[in-house]
């Protein structure tokens, strides 16, 4: 067979080959048809030593990506090794990378494409596996039948589990492997590198999504790395003017030359990017819109020709006399008195009876009305609040000390307050919080709602998503 179809059966005959469609992350990668299951998929074929560190660690990819299921991640349906390679067996994503996309992205597409693009890197990071070689080829978009589009983020070939920081990868030879204008100057460096390495690679993914060219250019190798080093580039709000100035800030962050200057992980970039979504709609929501009422000056229409034009009511007539002069209106006005009174004498008669109790002359009992349950509280109101367990209130406070405890939950105390008076509590697992987005009310007086918790003699106010807590603004 020739250089673009080298194979023609593997898995016992069960895959067909069909074509090479491209190169991966340390292998080929063709396109094959399961005759078994009836479907395309793509075929990564890795050269395999068991014996070497780097067959050992083809091995590991695989094992990583089978346990990767996120709808914005390429999903592994088998792994296998024969005649001396391994072959990945993964899903088949009809649609473009990113490298093929010709016109830079609108703010509204780019919201969708990148919250994606966070949300599967998010799931990776769950499980302490940086991927390394986040770019614009690795990251396809395929059109869904509804005709919106999914996020795929493929190859995680140089992918590696990291519960601590580990130094960058390099080939037999000791260069570095990945894409050179994607990559963080800590790999460049040969430094330890961990969850924000794939944050400032998908950050520099976003800049050339939004302006169709890399931030960090050179003619030579030399010349781009020193542009990484020296965070030279042009600043994507000069690029891009139309877009909000938040949206650019928060792009250049995530490629911020310092690590400690970026989010720390995907979960909490995706937070900070709902929330510029969020108020930039709610900014637009309060736009004024135009009013179908003429507008004062207009021009008016003019009669046709040889036609008077009909004067308004009342231009052209005799003075009348006003109704309330005119003989009609007299005898109605005393028909209708008339009318009154003989309505009285018959009410009279029939409940107005001398001590009969009858209805008029009595007051009518006013209904009770209900007492409304006090649902919103200030921090302090330990008692009230620890009598609510289970049920939804609102605290209010200025926020202060912010604490990551064990298990995934971040605590939010308020300024003057001891662990025996009411907390704010924000459970990871339920949804996506970060120490950092929440440190930014620190100060601020603010009204959380959620479930009252009691949890070992504390009382916690569980608050589920980051729009149940907003600043409050004035006195309580």
């Not at 004498?345 to 006013?366: M, N, R």
């Not at 009770?368 to 921090?379: G, L």
């Amino acid at each position: 067979m020739d250089g673009q179809r080298d194979m023609g059966f593997i898995g016992g005959g069960r895959y067909a080959v069909d074509r090479r469609v491209g190169e991966g992350g340390g292998g080929a990668v063709y396109l094959a048809y399961d005759q078994t299951l009836r479907r395309w998929v793509a075929i990564k074929r890795v050269r395999f030593d068991p014996d070497s560190p780097y067959g050992e660690s083809a091995m590991n990819e695989a094992t990583q990506l089978a346990s990767l299921q996120h709808p914005n991640i390429v999903t592994v349906y088998d792994f296998l090794e024969e005649g001396g390679d391994l072959f990945v067996v993964m899903e088949y994503v009809a649609g473009q990378n990113l490298e093929d996309v010709t016109e830079p992205m609108t703010a509204q597409f780019f919201g969708d494409f990148a919250g994606q693009c966070l949300s599967g890197l998010a799931a990776a990071h769950a499980m302490s596996i940086v991927h390394r070689d986040i770019k614009p080829s690795n990251i396809m978009l395929a059109a869904l039948q509804s005709g919106g589009f999914q996020v795929k983020i493929l190859d995680f070939g140089l992918a590696k589990q990291m519960v601590a920081a580990q130094t960058q990868t390099v080939d037999q030879s000791g260069a570095l492997t990945g894409s050179i204008y994607t990559m963080s100057p800590e790999q460049l460096q040969k430094e330890k590198v961990d969850h924000r390495t794939d944050i400032y690679s998908m950050g520099c993914v976003f800049y050339q999504a939004l302006t169709r060219r890399t931030p960090f250019q050179g003619d030579t190798v030399a010349e781009v790395v020193a542009a990484h080093l020296q965070h030279q580039h042009e600043p994507l709000g000069t690029l891009r003017p139309d877009l909000p100035k938040a949206l650019v800030d928060w792009v250049e962050r995530l490629f911020a030359l310092d690590a400690e200057e970026r989010p720390a992980t995907a979960a909490e970039a995706a937070v900070e990017l709902r929330e510029i979504l969020q108020k930039r709609a709610q900014a637009e929501s309060r736009k004024p819109s135009i009013s179908g009422v003429p507008l004062e000056g207009s021009k008016k229409s003019k009669p046709a020709k040889g036609k008077k034009p009909k004067a308004p009511a009342g231009e052209g007539e005799p003075a009348r006399e006003p109704f309330y002069k005119n003989q009609n209106f007299m005898i109605l006005a005393l028909a209708g008195l008339f009318c009154v009174t003989l309505l009285g004498i018959v009410l009279i008669k029939e409940f107005g009876g001398g001590g009969g109790g009858g209805a008029i002359g009595k007051k009518k009992e006013a209904a009770a009305t209900p007492t409304p349950e006090k649902t919103t509280f200030a921090f302090s109101d330990r008692k009230d609040i620890s009598n609510r367990a289970g049920k939804e209130v609102t605290v209010k406070g200025v926020a202060g000390e912010v604490i990551e405890e064990q298990g995934g939950r971040i605590i939010v105390k308020f300024e003057g307050g001891t662990d025996r008076d009411v907390m704010l509590s924000f459970d990871r697992n339920k949804g996506q919080f970060s120490k950092w987005a929440l440190g930014k009310f620190k100060g601020q007086k603010v009204a959380a709602k959620g479930t009252v918790l009691l949890d070992q003699g504390r009382v916690f106010v569980d608050v589920p998503s980051m729009d149940d807590i907003q600043p409050a603004g004035g006195a309580d």
